[in-house]
């Protein structure tokens, strides 16, 4: 029997002791979120043009590389290592990266006797720390390999895993602390929601939602994108040129792993296989639904067809939107939350060609939109404190600023870890863009025709 130490002493997380059920829904969701990124190259793949689709699921399978180390190294101490040691985080923004670097520490145990041991760092909950390790460790990667749709087809393959590797460490770490891990725009007490509407025995009053990575994921991820097309630039041909996804029914594949791994994502947040993980798995089918459904209706009323890759994009839209709000709306509410988000994201993708940004595959109209929307939409729809459900404007209010909290630091961030990076070169040749990126860096084409 394994037990988390009920001593202060040992910094325990939860209670006295490890669910064999829930540890093993934990691995499983686990699993089911690392497969995510895999269905994201072939998302984004089938979305890209037949010459660039190698070097476009090559940047989902480096974020796997890259970020998975450093994870394990120092990203899970930067993130959560004071709720195991009792340190004091730095300035609220993040955590000592050597704390447990390695998180080796985590597999410490203690002979209490009696044949019941414990572990020494605790655990997450009723599952021991070390999945939470492997856990998040997925969130990361995922978070990365969502902004490399948006500069698809132009972007050096090094400078990329570079760029990751860096951008995980100065900004995904530090916003997942300050999020999940005690920080500035979670619900402790030094929080920035207890400044606004006090707090009660070190938790705010009005405490921030954000259930399985509205904000750490997809407006952190929707923002940093933003930036780089910014910095970047656009294709050869931008605005002249019809880009074509090349291969349809991968989309299509991408779409129906995403959904499916996204189960792992939202219902594996709650950590334990309880009433709340049947909500959450049910408000994420809801949404996504509705989502789907709003897209293909935006498409037939304005374009006169409902397309197979607008209910693919729905789909990402309605899955985005939910993942905030997922444990903390009815199934109705999701519903409303997942129609919403399909109209604006359906709406927002074709900002790019008037505002002159090359999001290439629409990684702001889609992940940014959709996440803001999720994480203002708490504020509204939330059963216990959303303003249509009569608990005030204080949710909103908090749900909106940690929001702008998290553009501001992310966008101010990126534009930092962009110049830092611009010596290596961002952009393949005029040349090399023409003729493919997947030949000029990676010696390889998708498609051997005769």
């Known amino acids: 029997m394994v037990l988390a130490l009920p001593d202060d002493q040992f910094l325990p997380f939860g209670p006295d002791g490890l669910s064999a059920g829930d540890t093993a829904w934990v691995i499983t969701a686990t699993a089911l979120v690392l497969f995510m990124t895999p269905g994201l190259a072939f998302f984004y793949g089938g979305l890209s043009r037949q010459k660039s689709v190698l070097n476009m699921m090559m940047m989902s399978f480096g974020s796997i590389g890259v970020v998975s180390i450093i994870y394990v190294l120092w990203g899970y101490s ?19 990266p050597f704390s447990l670097f390695g998180v080796s520490q985590l597999l410490e145990t203690k002979d209490l006797g009696d044949d019941v041991t414990g572990y020494v760092m605790g655990g997450f909950g009723t599952v021991p720390a070390i999945i939470w390790v492997a856990f998040q460790l997925t969130f990361a990667v995922i978070t ?14 090094g400078t990329w895993l570079l760029f990751g590797g860096l951008w995980a460490t100065l900004v995904y770490f530090p916003l997942s602390h300050m999020v999940w891990g005690g920080g500035l725009l979670s619900g402790a007490e030094s929080s920035f929601a207890s ?51 090349h291969n349809i029914p991968w989309v299509m594949l991408g779409a129906a792993i995403l959904w499916f791994g996204w189960y ?65 709306l009815s199934p109705i509410g999701s519903i409303i939350l997942g129609a919403i988000a399909g109209i604006l994201s359906a709406l927002a993708i074709g900002l790019k060609y008037k505002f002159g940004y090359d999001d290439s595959l629409d990684v702001v ?35 909106v600023v940690i929001a702008l909290s998290a553009l501001i630091f992310t966008g101010v961030m990126t534009v930092i870890i962009a110049y830092i990076v611009k010596p290596l070169g961002w952009r393949v040749s005029v040349e090399d863009e023409e003729h493919g990126i997947d030949q000029a860096e990676h010696a390889e084409t998708a498609y051997e025709l005769a």
């Open 78 to 96: 930067m993130s959560f290592s004071s709720a195991h040691t009792g340190e004091s985080d730095i300035w609220g923004v993040f955590d000592n």
């Open 144 to 157: 990365v390999a969502l902004i490399s749709g948006a500069v698809a087809e132009r972007m050096k393959f």
């Open 195 to 245: 400044w606004m509407f006090g707090s009660t025995d070190g938790e705010a009053n009005v405490a921030p939602i954000d259930f399985a990575g509205g904000t750490v994921v997809h407006i952190n991820a929707g923002m940093a994108a933003l930036v780089l097309v910014l910095l970047i630039g656009k294709r050869v041909g931008f605005g002249k040129t019809a880009y074509r996804p």
């Open 264 to 328: 792992g994502f939202n219902v594996g947040s709650e950590g334990a296989a309880d009433m709340i993980a049947g909500q959450v798995f049910v408000n994420t089918t809801a949404a996504t639904a509705a989502a789907m459904m709003a897209w293909l209706l935006v498409e037939k009323v304005r374009d006169g067809h409902a397309t197979s890759v607008g209910a693919a994009s729905g789909i990402v839209a309605g899955l985005v939107a939910i993942t905030p709000a997922c444990g903390a």
């Open 365 to 399: 109209g889609v992940h940014l939109v959709s996440g803001l929307w999720g994480t203002v939409g708490i504020g509204f729809l939330a059963t216990e404190t959303g303003l249509f459900y009569g608990g005030g404007i204080k949710q909103l209010v908090v749900q």
